[in-house]
């Protein structure tokens, strides 16, 4: 409809995602054979920039009109 999608700062940013599954699978590993007192980072190699989610977003919009 043309409007406008407002974004913070320059939308360069990156972020790492993860499937929702794939963190509770983590979340269950740690919890059954992690160590007390130990630190686990929960991540993937899958990272994106704030623009690149939005375009990706707008090519699948335009494609359900």
């Known amino acids: 409809n043309g409007q406008k ?3 913070q700062g320059s939308g360069q940013s990156r972020r790492n995602f993860i499937f929702t599954e794939d963190v509770c699978r983590a979340l ?3 919890l059954l054979k992690g160590q007390i007192n130990k630190i686990y980072n929960i991540g993937s190699t899958f990272e994106y920039s704030v623009l690149d989610i939005l375009n990706y977003l707008i090519i699948k919009f335009l494609n359900l009109i």
């Open 5 to 7: 999608c407002p974004i």
């Open 28 to 30: 269950d590993i740690v």
